[in-house]
């Protein structure tokens, strides 16, 4: 089935860039996704690309390398209200109902 | 906007109890699911459901059991509640015609003691 790894943990400083990354299996592949979660509450959705590149969202940005199987997530301007949990998802071998959850980056951001 | 709402934010059970978890979309989404979240462990799915009357099981579906008699509400079950089962119940759902995207539930932290 489908692994998704992600790092444990990072801490960064306010008003810098830190890019979190993302490695999944590419068999079957339909699209990758990151959601941010801030403690105590739900995920809500941040981002979807299927396609090779980077798609830019104001002070967020995510990249996939479908080859690689790999995907990042960077952040920029960092504020600290951005402390919280990152999770990448992948299609499961089913498609992308149901997704396969990472574990999740705890991001601390520190004055 | 869509909203998915959780009966509970909050439940304390004893053990052997039956527990009813109960989620509702109000965005008429044809896809729902329900995952437990544990630190260390991130979010597992444990069953969903592709449509009224339909379900399937998930990566942890042991000591569970899933209803959904309407197409909004899809409930969770713990037919006899256990201390491992103490944990954050979230549920999501999508509409597969719109987007992949999930909109989850506030979630519903579970004690079991």
């Known amino acids: 089935g489908q692994n998704i790894d992600q790092p444990t943990e990072m801490t960064a400083t306010e008003g810098a860039i830190v890019q979190i990354n993302c490695t999944y299996q590419?068999?079957?592949?339909?699209?990758l996704f990151w959601y941010q979660q801030h403690a105590g509450e739900a995920p809500t959705f941040l981002s979807y690309?299927?396609?090779?590149g980077l798609e830019e969202k104001g002070r967020f940005s995510s990249f996939l390398s479908r080859s690689k199987g790999y995907s990042y997530l960077l952040l920029k301007e960092l504020q600290m209200k951005d402390s919280a949990s990152y999770l990448c998802?992948?299609?499961?071998?089913?498609?992308?109902?149901?997704?396969?959850f990472g574990k999740g980056t705890r991001l601390s951001v520190i004055a | 906007d869509v909203k998915v709402t959780q009966s509970s934010r909050y439940l304390v059970k004893r053990t052997g109890e039956k527990v009813f978890l109960e989620c509702v979309q109000d965005?008429?989404?044809?896809?729902m699911f329900w995952y437990r979240q544990d630190p260390g462990l991130g979010l597992r799915l444990i069953y969903f459901?592709?449509?009224?009357?339909?379900?399937e099981k998930g990566d942890i579906p042991e000591g569970y059991s899933v209803s959904r008699e309407k197409k909004e509400r899809f409930s969770l079950i713990l037919e006899s509640a256990s201390t491992n089962q103490t944990s954050m119940y979230l549920c999501?759902?999508?509409?597969?015609?719109?987007?992949?995207?999930?909109?989850f539930g506030p979630g519903t932290r579970l004690t079991v003691t």
């Open positions: 998802a992948g299609p499961s071998e089913k498609g992308n109902t149901p997704l396969v």
């Open positions: 590419t068999s079957g592949f339909n699209g």
């Open positions: 459901s592709y449509d009224v009357k339909m379900k």
């Open positions: 999501a759902s999508l509409d597969r015609r719109q987007s992949y995207e999930q909109y």
């Open positions: 965005m008429d989404h044809e896809n």
């Open positions: 690309n299927v396609l090779d």
